[in-house]
């Protein structure tokens, strides 16, 4: 490496001043020793020799401005090395510096977009599996389904256990872990102090050896703490280490307003950690999909953030009664066949939806339903389907309007229904304000039926 | 029955424990291997050839040498920040990897999606190799805690610089690691500086020995200039958190020699204290003054190390400079696992 380069002090930096030579011509010098130094409009900093050798040139005067980046600047032989051994220096083999990044088509990039960067592979989401002819139904609440899907796991699966705030001995703080602490002991039934970012990053730590943790969030507003870890550790590592190493987890607990508990609890997350590539989101509704997707989310490879909903914790609902019912993840349901109009909503969304259905179909409105269920990934599939059908949609949820759930739905179905819909697609949401405390006020912050059937009639133009 | 943390015992300690003549050798071996790749990454940097941020191990070299000579290689995990070239190296990661993930090639350990910050190995349990100031410490306690609940016998060793000490997610993690017995060793580089702000600036105790003492966890102030302090205290700590009595922190006294980047000038210190430590405290330029009073290892013997490393360099930094970057197909693999 006779060639001693200009050296670039910054990811941005086009060239800078040669300010000072701290060595001169038969000056022998090794590794480390400072040789020049360089100054930018930014900084100052000094170029140290890498190898051993003597100067016998210097190619670039002390204080010459505007020297461009990997300009030679001098010549350092090693012993017997000879000047003529210079003539290839490495960095005409290397890419310059503005093409070092890492779009790889980039010359392409005048092109269309879809020449420069490859597609992304599509996504095919598995259908519910058949239930055996006449099998029993039981019905038992949301509650009572998540706790028994854990439950099911922690015997199938040493390495799964379960941590998080008043788990064990309390029974959980809504008393989804009941009866776990008995059963699976202390060891895979963990109380945490109160310090979500902590054990959130120790789960995922966990997780990376091997273990398969359900970190059990006191509620998701708590989670904000520890967003970090689930976003930065569990679900950019899969990618971030060339496919070696994953985060296999799930981060549980009830997400979304619950009742009078005012704006710093009552908060929906469905937006924003489906928002994130490397996670899984799966926000069911039913005591069945609670049950069959959470077991699913626990064997998942994948880090699967789970967003339950306390309101929904007691309501009941009829699940199948088979030896291991498991969910696909990624499949949305149609909970009602229908062909004037679609609405589209999830988690405690289709308890408005579900109500605002059948009061228009009692007023002669043929609605088709879908049920999400999980957001990431999201099966715009059916979605599109539906649309093409009835030409209209309707998207419900609880969260805030802007960037929301039903703000993708909509841009993905004019993506790809454009030519189908008969109607501005519109939506549903909470409304664009922290939660109100007062009970007047955070019923009007809240979704409703009315504004539901008010937005089918808008797209129905029957009003 | 925790040991009372040895602030100033440390830096006094009359007994320095002594390398047999192989171990200097094995440490010399590695501390110029780091010091040599790191270079020629400075080097490459400059060049275009490494992008975005790049923190080099420079100055550090003992720390990481000392703690995993005492380590149980391949069965004791590892885990640190994003000054991690080092770690991956010592571990036993091949080179040419870990320059050719700095290059963003197909070859690197992370195919090139990783960069200098995001490198991780099972098979070496390296566990990276992390961007966010203070995140391996929870992850790092993590690793011990599957260790305690597999009951692997491994200890979990986690790396993080006196700017991470003062985040508020070290402090869960030693709350938690003290209460469950969590066999975890926190290694503090104590390097002196969180990127431009000293200690006196940042921390109201500059003490990072003690910071465990309020959940009764041991600490030691080490020498981390000098390999022979950073294993004989590694071997304490290893051995406390193997057997059982929980986490021990190691507060790494320590200097980095570049800027906390490449793009940092490190106006913020004298040249006079850069200097210092490099004339009088540098651990690589100790253990050879040690080879050679010894009297049976010559300068040639070392000469002839210093070839076979810049070798390993050498080939690592062409590897890296002529491997292809990633296929554009790559963009849209390794995100989720298909189930």
């Known amino acids: 490496m006779p060639q001693i380069l200009m050296p670039a002090l910054s990811p941005t930096m086009e060239e800078g001043k040669l300010a000072k030579w701290v060595v001169k011509v038969g000056d022998k010098v090794k590794s480390g020793d400072v040789l020049a130094e360089i100054e930018t409009d930014k900084a100052t900093m000094e170029v140290e020799s890498v190898d051993e050798g003597t100067v016998t040139e210097i190619l670039v005067a002390e204080g010459t401005e505007g020297v461009k980046v990997n300009t030679p600047i001098a010549l350092v032989l090693a012993e017997g090395e000879s000047a003529g051994s210079a003539a290839a220096p490495v960095a005409e083999t290397a890419p310059e510096p503005s093409e070092a990044p890492v779009v790889p088509a980039e010359k392409a990039a005048a092109a269309a977009p879809s020449a420069a960067v490859p597609a992304a592979p599509k996504f095919e989401a598995q259908s519910d599996p058949d239930l055996p002819e006449g099998v029993e139904m039981v019905e038992m609440t949301v509650r009572q389904a998540l706790n028994e899907a854990m439950a099911e796991e922690l015997r199938r699966d040493k390495d799964v256990f379960i941590m998080g705030e008043e788990v064990a001995e309390y029974q959980g703080a809504y008393k989804i872990t009941q009866g776990l602490l008995q059963e699976f002991g202390k060891d895979r039934v963990i109380d945490t102090p109160i310090t979500e970012h902590g054990f959130a990053g120790l789960a995922v730590g966990a997780a990376f050896?091997?273990?398969?943790?359900?970190?059990?969030?006191?509620?998701?507003?708590?989670?904000?703490?520890a967003i970090d870890q689930i976003i930065n550790s569990a679900a950019k590592q899969l990618y971030m280490s060339g496919g070696q190493v994953t985060a296999p987890m799930v981060f549980r607990g009830p997400n979304g307003a619950a009742a009078r508990v005012g704006a710093q609890h009552s908060q929906d997350y469905s937006a924003w950690y489906s928002h994130v590539p490397g996670l899984t989101v799966i926000a069911p509704y039913s005591a069945a999909d609670a049950k069959g997707l959470l077991k699913a989310a626990i064997r998942s490879p994948n880090p699967v953030v789970f967003l339950e909903n306390e309101i929904l914790y007691g309501s009941t609902g009829l699940v199948p009664k088979v030896d291991d019912f498991v969910l696909p993840i990624g499949k949305a349901r149609i909970a009602r066949k229908g062909s004037d109009v679609t609405i589209v909503s999830f988690s405690m969304g289709m308890r408005y939806a579900t109500q605002a259905t059948?009061?228009?179909?009692?007023?002669?409105v043929d609605v088709e339903l879908i049920d999400l269920r999980t957001l990431r990934p999201l099966d715009?599939?059916?979605?599109?389907?539906?649309?093409?059908?009835t030409g209209r949609l309707v998207t419900v949820e609880e969260g805030w309007p802007q960037g929301g759930i039903?703000?993708?739905i909509s841009a993905r179905v004019m993506e790809g229904a454009f030519d189908h819909l008969d109607a501005p697609v519109m939506r549903v949401t909470g409304k664009?304000?922290?939660?109100?405390?007062?009970?007047?006020?955070?019923?009007?912050?809240?979704?409703?039926?009315?504004?539901?059937?008010a937005a089918v009639n808008a797209v129905t133009y029957r009003s | 029955m925790a040991r009372k943390a040895t602030a100033t015992q440390a830096k006094t300690q009359?007994?320095?424990?002594?390398?047999?003549?192989?171990?200097?050798?094995?440490?010399?071996?590695?501390?110029?291997?780091?010091?040599?790749?790191?270079?020629k990454a400075g080097q490459m940097y400059g060049m275009?050839?490494?992008?975005?941020?790049c923190h080099l191990y420079i100055g550090q070299e003992a720390v990481v040498t000392g703690i995993t000579m005492a380590s149980e290689k391949g069965k004791d995990s590892q885990i640190t920040g994003y000054r991690d070239h080092g770690h991956m190296l010592v571990m036993g990661l091949d080179p040419k990897g870990v320059m050719a993930e700095l290059t963003g090639r197909q070859g690197g350990l992370s195919k090139g999606k990783g960069g200098s910050m995001h490198m991780f190995s099972n098979e070496h349990r390296f566990y990276g190799g992390n961007g966010i100031v203070g995140a391996q410490a929870s992850l790092g306690t993590g690793l011990a805690f599957a260790a305690k609940y597999s009951g692997d016998g491994s200890v979990a060793i986690a790396y993080f610089g006196d700017g991470a000490a003062n985040q508020g997610q070290v402090y869960e993690s030693f709350n938690m690691a003290k209460l469950w017995n969590l066999p975890v060793v926190y290694v503090i580089e104590n390097n002196k500086?969180?990127?431009g702000t000293s200690i006196e600036r940042a921390a109201a105790t500059t003490d990072f020995s003690m910071r465990g003492a309020s959940f009764n966890i041991p600490g030691e102030q080490v020498d981390g200039m000098d390999v022979r302090m950073v294993y004989d205290a590694a071997q304490r700590a290893i051995e406390h958190a193997r057997s059982g009595k929980g986490p021990y922190i190691l507060e790494m006294l320590t200097y980095r020699y570049r800027g906390h980047s490449m793009s940092d000038p490190a106006k913020y210190r004298s040249k006079d204290e850069v200097t210092k430590y490099r004339q009088e405290r540098d651990p690589i330029e100790q253990v050879r003054a040690r080879l050679l009073a010894g009297g049976k290892i010559s300068e040639e013997d070392l000469k002839q190390i210093e070839t076979e490393i810049r070798a390993i360099v050498t080939e690592a930094a062409d590897f890296a400079t002529n491997d292809p970057e990633p296929a554009a197909s790559e963009l849209w693999t390794d995100i989720t696992i298909e189930a």
């Open chain 2, 193 to 195: 500086y969180a990127m």
């Open chain 1, 380 to 389: 715009i599939d059916t979605v599109i389907e539906s649309v093409k059908k």
């Open chain 1, 209 to 225: 050896a091997g273990l398969k943790p359900i970190v059990e969030f006191m509620t998701w507003n708590f989670a904000m703490q």
């Open chain 2, 48 to 53: 275009g050839l490494i992008g975005g941020f």
């Open chain 1, 432 to 453: 664009d304000v922290p939660m109100p405390y007062a009970a007047n006020l955070e019923k009007l912050a809240l979704p409703n039926v009315d504004e539901v059937i």
């Open chain 2, 14 to 39: 009359p007994n320095v424990p002594q390398f047999s003549e192989q171990q200097d050798l094995e440490a010399f071996r590695e501390m110029l291997l780091i010091r040599r790749f790191e270079e």
């Open chain 1, 406 to 408: 039903g703000s993708e």
């Open chain 1, 358 to 364: 059948e009061k228009l179909v009692a007023a002669g």
